[in-house]
T-cell receptor, first 111, second 113 residues
């Protein structure tokens, strides 16, 4: 079965700093979802990547999918306290019906 | 559209009690899912459904049951609650296909004492 490993597990940054979160798959990635979760709330969809080398941006968040390396990265530029939360990556497993998720990266942004 | 709604938001159960977690989506999505989220453990799939009348087990189905009589509703039943079922439960739905997005409900926080 597919496993997704996220790194780092947690991250504390000063407001205004850039940061990167990685998601590495045990198998070839055919698609990759990024979600954000605030404490006590549901998961908010950020973006989905499908093709190797694909890159998408939304406001100050950029995600890339490197299919050859079985890895995706999420980069936040000039972080703000509103970026704080748990970031999770998810990917289709053997069946397209189901997504496998990483354990998440807890991001804290200090003002 | 309300998206994916879940009730209740919070619940405390005693060991051995039963309850049903409700999930409804108004997006006419074929696929629906139930996950549980434990601290530091990510999301674990409990059950999923690819359409009305069709359900299947996920990674951690023991102690749970589901039904899918309509496209909109996908209730999760806990029989004989145990402390190990203390968790946050999320329902999700998606259209299905290579370009779709999976949408999550706000979650139900369940404590079994």
């Amino acid at each position: 079965s597919q496993e997704l490993e996220q790194s780092p597990q947690s991250l504390i940054v000063q407001e205004g700093k850039n940061l990167t979160i990685n998601c590495t798959s045990s198998k070839t990635l055919y698609g990759l979802y990024w979600y954000k979760q605030k404490y006590g709330e549901g998961l908010i969809f950020l973006m989905m990547l499908q093709k190797g080398g694909e890159e998408k941006s939304h406001e100050k968040i950029t995600a890339k999918l490197d299919e050859k390396k079985q890895q995706s990265s999420l980069h936040i530029t000039a972080s703000q306290p509103s970026h704080a939360g748990i970031y999770l990556c998810g990917a289709p497993g053997g069946s397209n019906y189901k997504l496998t998720f990483g354990k998440g990266t807890l991001l804290t942004v200090n003002p | 559209n309300a998206g994916v709604t879940q009730t209740p938001k919070f619940r405390i159960l005693k060991i051995g009690q039963s309850m049903t977690l409700q999930c409804t989506q108004d997006m006419n999505h074929n696929y629906m899912y139930w996950y549980r989220q434990d601290p530091g453990m990510g999301l674990k799939l409990i059950y999923y459904s690819v359409g009305a009348g069709i359900t299947d087990k996920g990674e951690v189905p023991n102690g749970y049951n589901v039904s899918r009589s309509t496209t909109e509703d996908f209730p999760l039943r806990l029989e004989l609650a145990a402390p190990s079922q203390t968790s946050v439960y999320f329902c999700a739905s998606r259209v299905g296909g290579s370009t779709d997005t999976q949408y999550f409900g706000p979650g139900t926080r369940l404590t079994v004492l």
